[in-house]
């Protein structure tokens, strides 16, 4: 099974390949809690960009471990792309995939404002 998102212009298109998840994690870091992300964070060869290199632009922050991916469209952040113990990660926006039910998610709370 697999499911997909997007950016809010549909220049960046995505596809993940596993079940949607059924948790995602709040963080209360500075980014984090200004954009209202909701989280899920996949290993990187289930994710496959689809469509939007071109209109993807990068921004880090802190200690530039996240390269934080946004459309230069439209503003919108669908992934993340970084690294947890040496396996690169996608972080999915969770809020970028509209079949997901955000309101059926269990959310982990997680203190990011703290590192």
Partial sequence: MAYSGSCHCGAVTF????????????????HCRRK?????FV????????????????YTFNKHAIAHRFCKTCGAQPFAEGEN????????????????DLDALTIQ???????
């Avoid at 290993?43 to 990068?58: H, I, K, M, N, Y």
């Avoid at 709370?109 to 590192?115: E, L, M, P």
């Fill in 43 to 58: 290993p990187a060869e289930q994710f496959r960009l689809d469509s939007g290199e071109d209109s993807l632009v990068t």
């Fill in 85 to 100: 113990g040496g396996v690169k990660m996608r972080g999915i926006n969770l809020r970028c995939v509209p079949d997901i």
């Fill in 36 to 40: 209202g992300f909701l989280l899920s």
């Fill in 109 to 115: 709370q997680v203190d990011g404002a703290s590192h």
């Fill in 15 to 30: 596809t993940v390949e596993g079940d949607p998840p059924a948790g995602a994690m709040s963080c209360n870091c500075s």
